[in-house]
């Protein structure tokens, strides 16, 4: 397995007592990655394992410094060191610092002390801030996002308690996405507020309101559409359907019981606020929702829950419906689209590599490749739904977990299986076939990570075709016997249409192409195969039309192409072909 940030240190440097480098021992466990991630972590550095060798002593604390690649930082998300110790609980422990110089490179390393050993893991996580709300009250602007604002009459609870928020992002794009795969939302839904997740103690219920602020910005086409207004006020007095924006608030009603106080430029959409309690999300009834400037919104909680969204709509939707919405959102924000590629070295086609790679970075991945040394042909799936985690298992070696931020490549070493096969292409030709395995399907089986169920996998997501250049072999006299015998009595031998593709020139292989009716994505394709050679473009042309011919006999197949010899302007090559195929029929007949 190599690693895809090819920039990041293959290694990780630790400090710690005398004699430590006698008993510690360290190694790369890149394997169970798809085990070291759970809901919204993305990893970001290779997973070491350190672990003590036999019985020995050993003192703690010890300093471990970890390199990582995190290509997507923000607000939102932070960094931190993932430990799994032997009985597999997980820790996190915050870097002392995620910038330095280590092995004589600067770069981003993240240095922590622990206290135990074990897996070790740099990831991305969504960032939490723990707060405490006083009896005297709390009005709180998030770090994350100073726009989320959480504010705390005073006796909300009955003491001080301790509490955490996290916010997920829920941008236009993945926003987009969720409408585009139902119209249902695609005319209703005008944006989201993040996902905002609440921890409160379950023994200490509400006791006074909690104030809510969250952003949701307005109708991005509301600006557009009012600057129309006044040019379609004419056509709209004329008793044509006014859109759904425009129409009066009193023909709008909500069944959800939510009410909408707000400014005029707003007063044709509605706010809908949705809670979740244990994992189910429903429709919060009876509230007010206020519009702000600057497309904030605020709302009240008078119990608590552990995740909001607020939902600005153009026109109602059913609970059910908007429940779903908050579903897909949740489930969405996780996925991503993923290509899967295979493409063999420039100066070895046997060397192939595979690799799962964001979509929206596809282009930029495949230049690193290139100057890594692929650029043989290029095999790439379209695009395929997976989450941080997930694997793609191949049906004929390895596996690739994809993750989001780091891109894991497997080499592989392809060669042939029945040296004479394929034996009409220039080319051995195989399938790679992907099959997904989700990060929920997988559990520890002692130190790696297996399928719960080992049911058939189902069908694959994507196959890739694989070819490998033929090389001419030096075989004894019995092999050579053998293959003839066979080569010479099936249909039209490749001898045959060997000698046949070098007597035609390219005029002739053109006017054949038009005879023999072949398809133009076939003709493409032999380009694509032959080459620039006259007589391989010819063979495969002639290869190309033979394979699709329904089971006949020789000479009737004989006498087709003869035919469309003769209307492609070369009768003596007809007639010399049939002479040919009538001698390698009498051979064949007499061994």
Same mark, same amino acid.
């Given at each position: 397995?190599?690693?895809?940030?090819?920039?990041?240190?293959?290694?990780?440097?630790?400090?710690?007592?005398?004699?430590?480098?006698?008993?510690?021992?360290?190694? /790369?466990?890149?394997?169970? #990655?798809?085990?070291? =991630?759970?809901?919204?972590? !993305?990893?970001?550095?290779?997973? /070491? %394992?350190?672990?003590?060798?036999? @019985?020995?002593?050993?003192?703690?604390?010890?300093?471990?410094?970890?390199?990582?690649?995190?290509?997507?930082?923000?607000?939102? @998300?932070?960094?931190?060191?993932?430990?799994?110790? !032997?009985?597999?609980?997980? #820790?996190?422990?915050?870097?002392?610092?995620?910038?330095?110089?280590?092995?004589?490179?600067?770069?981003?390393?993240?240095?922590?002390?622990?206290?135990?050993?074990?897996?070790?893991?740099?990831?991305?996580?969504?960032?939490?801030?723990?707060?405490?709300?006083?009896?005297?009250?709390?009005?709180?602007? $998030?770090?994350?996002?100073?726009?989320?604002?959480?504010?705390?009459?005073?006796?909300?609870?009955?003491?001080?308690?301790?509490?955490?928020?996290?916010?997920?992002?829920?941008?236009?794009?993945?926003?987009?996405?969720?409408?585009?795969?139902?119209?249902?939302?695609?005319?209703?839904?005008?944006?989201?507020?993040?996902?905002?997740?609440?921890?409160?103690?379950?023994?200490?219920?509400?006791?006074?309101?909690?104030?809510?602020? $969250?952003?949701?910005?307005?109708?991005? !086409? @509301?600006?557009?559409?009012?600057?129309?207004?006044?040019?379609?006020?004419? %056509?709209?007095?004329?008793? #044509? =359907?006014?859109?759904?924006?425009?129409?009066?608030?009193?023909?709008?009603?909500?069944?959800?019981?939510?009410?909408?106080?707000?400014?005029?430029?707003?007063?044709?959409?509605?706010?809908?606020?949705? =809670?979740?309690?244990?994992?189910?999300?429903?429709?919060?009834?009876?509230?007010?929702?206020?519009?702000?400037?600057?497309?904030?919104?605020?709302?009240?909680?008078?119990?608590?829950?552990?995740?909001?969204?607020? =939902?600005?709509?153009?026109?109602?939707?059913?609970?059910?419906?908007?429940?779903?919405?908050?579903?897909? $959102?949740?489930?969405?924000?996780?996925?991503?689209?993923?290509?899967?590629?295979?493409?063999?070295?420039?100066?070895?086609?046997?060397?192939?590599?595979?690799?799962?790679?964001?979509?929206?970075?596809?282009?930029?991945?495949?230049?690193?490749?290139?100057?890594?040394?692929?650029?043989?042909?290029?095999?790439?799936? #379209?695009?395929?739904?997976?989450?941080?985690?997930?694997?793609?298992?191949?049906?004929?070696?390895?596996?690739?977990?994809?993750?989001?931020?780091?891109?894991?490549?497997?080499?592989?070493?392809?060669?042939?299986?029945?040296?004479?096969?394929?034996?009409?292409?220039?080319?051995?030709?195989?399938?790679?076939?992907?099959?997904?395995?989700? @990060?929920?399907?997988?559990?520890?089986?002692?130190?790696?990570?297996? %399928?719960?169920?080992?049911?058939?996998?189902?069908?694959?997501?994507?196959?890739?075709?694989?070819?490998?250049?033929?090389?001419?072999?030096?075989?004894?006299?019995?092999?050579?016997?053998?293959?003839?015998?066979?080569?010479?009595?099936?249909?039209?031998?490749?001898?045959?249409?060997?000698?046949?593709?070098?007597?035609?020139?390219?005029?002739?292989?053109?006017?054949?192409?038009?005879?023999? %009716?072949?398809?133009?994505?076939?003709?493409?394709?032999?380009?694509?195969?032959?080459?620039?050679?006259?007589?391989?473009?010819?063979?495969?042309?002639?290869?190309?039309?033979?394979?699709?011919?329904?089971?006949?006999?020789?000479?009737?197949?004989?006498?087709?192409?003869?035919?469309?010899?003769?209307?492609?302007?070369?009768?003596?090559?007809?007639? !010399?072909?049939?002479?040919?195929?009538?001698?390698?029929?009498?051979?064949?007949?007499?061994?």
């Amino acid at each position: 397995m190599e690693d895809g940030q090819s920039h990041v240190p293959d290694a990780c440097f630790i400090r710690a007592p005398v004699g430590a480098a006698e008993v510690l021992s360290c190694e /790369i466990a890149d394997a169970l #990655s798809c085990l070291m =991630v759970t809901g919204a972590e !993305e990893l970001v550095s290779r997973v /070491i %394992r350190v672990k003590v060798q036999g @019985r020995a002593n050993f003192h703690f604390p010890v300093t471990l410094v970890v390199p990582f690649c995190a290509r997507y930082r923000g607000n939102y @998300r932070d960094v931190a060191v993932k430990i799994m110790d !032997e009985e597999r609980r997980a #820790s996190y422990v915050t870097p002392a610092t995620t910038e330095g110089t280590y092995g004589g490179q600067r770069g981003s390393f993240a240095e922590v002390r622990v206290y135990a050993l074990g897996l070790f893991a740099v990831v991305s996580c969504l960032k939490r801030e723990n707060y405490t709300v006083p009896r005297r009250g709390l009005s709180l602007k $998030l770090s994350m996002d100073p726009r989320v604002c959480l504010s705390y009459l005073p006796g909300a609870f009955a003491a001080p308690v301790m509490a955490q928020t996290t916010i997920q992002p829920v941008d236009t794009v993945l926003l987009a996405a969720v409408k585009s795969r139902s119209d249902v939302y695609y005319y209703s839904v005008a944006s989201t507020s993040p996902l905002l997740y609440l921890a409160h103690p379950s023994s200490q219920p509400l006791r006074r309101p909690l104030t809510v602020t $969250l952003p949701c910005p307005p109708n991005p !086409e @509301r600006k557009r559409d009012v600057r129309g207004r006044g040019k379609q006020t004419q %056509r709209h007095h004329s008793g #044509s =359907v006014a859109p759904a924006w425009d129409q009066p608030a009193s023909n709008r009603v909500s069944a959800l019981g939510a009410s909408l106080k707000s400014p005029k430029e707003t007063s044709n959409e509605l706010l809908v606020v949705l =809670v979740s309690r244990d994992k189910q999300w429903s429709v919060l009834e009876r509230v007010t929702v206020r519009n702000l400037q600057n497309g904030l919104a605020s709302f009240e909680l008078t119990e608590n829950f552990d995740r909001l969204l607020l =939902v600005r709509l153009l026109s109602p939707l059913q609970p059910p419906h908007l429940t779903s919405l908050a579903e897909r $959102l949740e489930e969405s924000v996780g996925c991503h689209a993923v290509t899967v590629v295979l493409q063999c070295r420039r100066d070895d086609p046997h060397a192939a590599l595979v690799a799962a790679l964001p979509s929206r970075d596809l282009s930029w991945e495949l230049n690193k490749l290139g100057a890594q040394g692929y650029g043989g042909p290029l095999e790439a799936s #379209s695009d395929i739904s997976m989450c941080e985690g997930d694997q793609l298992l191949l049906r004929f070696s390895g596996n690739i977990t994809f993750h989001t931020q780091r891109t894991n490549h497997l080499l592989v070493r392809l060669t042939e299986v029945d040296p004479f096969g394929n034996y009409s292409s220039p080319h051995y030709k195989g399938t790679a076939m992907f099959y997904k395995v989700t @990060r929920g399907q997988l559990e520890w089986r002692g130190d790696g990570a297996a %399928r719960m169920d080992m049911k058939p996998l189902g069908d694959p997501v994507c196959a890739l075709s694989l070819t490998l250049p033929k090389k001419v072999r030096s075989v004894n006299r019995l092999v050579t016997a053998r293959v003839k015998l066979c080569e010479e009595t099936d249909s039209l031998s490749d001898s045959l249409l060997l000698w046949l593709a070098g007597e035609l020139s390219e005029e002739e292989v053109a006017e054949l192409v038009l005879s023999l %009716r072949l398809r133009r994505s076939a003709a493409q394709l032999v380009r694509l195969r032959a080459g620039d050679s006259l007589t391989s473009q010819a063979f495969q042309v002639l290869a190309t039309w033979r394979r699709g011919l329904p089971a006949a006999p020789h000479q009737l197949k004989a006498s087709q192409l003869a035919r469309c010899l003769a209307k492609s302007g070369r009768p003596d090559l007809a007639r !010399e072909l049939l002479l040919r195929q009538a001698a390698a029929t009498r051979q064949g007949s007499l061994t």
